[in-house]
């Protein structure tokens, strides 16, 4: 893994005339990962994007289940909500925060956030 810190050490190594092959024979990197760091337009690592949508075969079947579990807990009064273990006897988990699965709840179906 390369730190910021690399980032600047290399560049400024192969800004110095140093071959790609032999800092990557010192600093114990691949030639690929360092062409990719002496490339980079800003000097620094690129952010970590997902490839494509979180996939969940298995909860996929329930997913419907659990966010109508929720969104009937919601309009439901304080007092007459499920709290987290009755939701753990029906094998629900709570929504951990937005943008988990998908970018407004379970499934990034409904506004639960």
């Known amino acids: 893994m390369l730190t910021v810190y690399d980032y600047l050490q290399l ?16 600093l114990h990197h691949a030639q690929k990962a360092l ?22 075969p298995k909860l996929r079947a329930f997913i419907f289940f659990i966010e109508q579990v929720l969104r009937d807990d919601q309009t439901e009064p304080m007092k007459h909500r499920q709290t987290a273990s009755e939701h753990a006897e029906l094998g629900i988990t ?4 937005a943008g988990v699965f ?3 709840g379970f499934g990034g179906v409904g506004g639960l956030a």
């Open 35 to 56: 062409r990719k760091v002496i490339r980079s337009a800003t000097g620094e690592p690129e952010p970590y994007t997902r490839d494509g949508p979180v996939i969940c």
């Open 94 to 97: 709570p929504p951990l925060h």
């Open 11 to 26: 560049r400024t190594a192969h800004a110095q005339s140093e071959s790609i092959r032999s800092l990557a024979k010192r």
């Open 102 to 104: 998908g970018g407004s």
